[in-house]
């Protein structure tokens, strides 16, 4: 006579953890900074279906968020500013004091802005987040692009950012060969060759 054998698991031993470096927290909304983002279009209504559900069931998906020391937030506002010509100052902004850490930290949120707009939306005080500490601006891109493979960006949104973001990673790591970036980006050469190409037209013809 056929008897399923059942799998036993333990919730003990198989309980995740976040990787090294990561601490999965609730912080202060107040306490997140949004810099510019690859994605800078959002629908109403695709942001009010989001904070009625983030209202009802809570929010099931962290964001992620980089702690940086006053150091490593000059460098990632530098880079900031030379991809999307921006002009962020440090100064613009409060860096908050880790407990744990002894130090204090600016924390810049680096995927999950729709989240955090609607969490903003149902006046939520905190924020669930993956908050990192060894996340370097190209390795925060990479997360943007994940963050965006779910709801894609608008056509010519997503060709400029593309675009921008593979000349200043080119300048940060010439050694960047442009199909390692376009894997890492989840597009193919063509997609970011076409993408350059695109941004070079005069604005008209774009």
């Known amino acids: ?5 059942l799998m036993e698991i333990s919730l003990k031993r ?9 601490h999965l927290v609730h912080l202060p909304v107040r306490t997140i900074t949004v810099l510019r983002q690859m994605r800078t279009k959002f629908r109403e209504e695709s942001l009010d ?3 009625e559900s983030i209202k009802s069931k809570g929010q099931m ?7 940086l020391s006053k150091e490593e937030a000059l460098q990632y506002l530098e880079c900031i500013n030379e991809t999307w010509g921006t002009k962020h100052l440090l100064r613009s ?8 850490k002894g130090e204090a930290y600016y924390l810049f949120l680096v995927a999950g802005e729709r989240r ?3 969490c903003k939306r149902v006046r939520l005080d905190s924020y669930l987040s993956y908050l990192r500490f060894d996340l370097s601006f190209i390795q925060a891109i990479e997360f943007q692009a994940q963050e965006n493979l779910h709801e894609q960006l608008a056509p010519e949104e997503s060709a400029a950012s593309f675009a921008l973001i593979w000349r200043s990673t080119k300048k940060i ?8 970036f376009a894997r890492k980006m989840g597009k193919t050469p063509e997609a970011i060759r076409r993408a350059v190409r695109f941004i070079s037209l005069p604005t008209e013809v774009q």
């Open 93 to 100: 902004f409060t860096p908050v004091r880790i407990t744990e």
């Open 14 to 22: 198989q309980k995740a953890a976040p990787p090294k470096g990561t």
């Open 49 to 51: 279906e989001l904070a």
């Open 61 to 67: 998906n962290p964001g992620v968020v980089v702690a």
């Open 173 to 180: 790591d010439p050694s960047m060969s442009l199909a390692s």
């Open 116 to 118: 955090l707009r609607a």
């Open 1 to 5: 006579i056929y008897e399923e054998i």
